[in-house]
């Protein structure tokens, strides 16, 4: 039973081809292609007016150095958005819910914070590690705790991320399960259960949505302590 329930969220092969790259693929082809008119249809009046609504809500606190980010972290917003909302489809694969892809996205992104930060602002970006007004004693600790709460950053991302979606695909697939077992025994249950499925279906779609603005915030605040 425990092999079964996590069987997907192994990466499917299909004649030895790994087709998590093409789940990557995916998400870029449901995009409404460009036009030579600024809008051409619905679709891409309500895209570019979500983009619009996001990049000004998240650069907002961010000074104008930081604005150079806004291409990257709209196009990472939607590209997470469509591989977390890819997986609650049947018979198709989340790559996010893997923690090598988040960890992947997360630490180069991250880093670039760090960096940006080291050659802008060096003194400032040290200073963190070292309030000011520390008892000498308590510096080395301190420092140690510091560096530590720094490099643990990424990591909060891609284990956050990961389980947010492995925690909600794994209780579908349970209810799921319990629905179609008491379909022939209990039916009123079963109907009951199937209920709950749908509502929690929507609580994903929710999920899904929400868990990528995070990661995406939480990147903006660490690029606003750099910039």
């Not at 509502?199 to 990147?219: R, W």
Request: hydrophobic share 60%; aromatic share 8%.
């Amino acid at each position: 039973m425990a092999t079964s329930l996590f069987d997907q969220f192994i990466s499917p092969v299909l004649l030895g081809i790994p087709l998590i790259a093409l789940a990557f693929v995916l998400p870029w082809l449901l995009f409404p292609a460009p036009a030579n008119r600024w809008i051409t249809n619905r679709m891409l009046t309500l895209q570019n007016s979500f983009i619009s609504n996001f990049t000004s809500q998240l650069l907002k606190p961010l000074n104008t150095g930081g604005h150079k980010w806004a291409l990257i972290f709209a196009a990472l917003m939607l590209f997470l958005m469509s591989l977390n909302m890819l997986g609650l489809l049947p018979y198709t694969f989340t790559p996010t819910a893997q923690l090598s892809v988040n960890l992947g996205l997360a630490v180069p992104l991250w880093l670039a914070t760090v960096l940006i930060g080291m050659r802008n602002q060096p003194t400032k970006s040290l200073a963190h590690f070292l309030p000011e007004g520390t008892p000498i004693p308590l510096i080395p600790v301190l420092i140690i705790i510091e560096t530590i709460s720094l490099f643990i950053r990424p990591v909060a991302l891609g284990v956050r991320l990961t389980a947010n979606l492995t925690a909600g695909h794994l209780l579908m697939h349970l209810i799921s399960t319990a629905a179609y077992s008491l379909l022939c025994m209990m039916p009123t249950v079963a109907i009951l259960t199937s209920i709950v499925l749908v509502m929690l279906t929507v609580l994903e779609i929710a999920v899904a949505m929400i868990q990528a603005y995070v990661f995406v915030l939480l990147l903006s605040l660490y690029l606003q302590e750099n910039v």
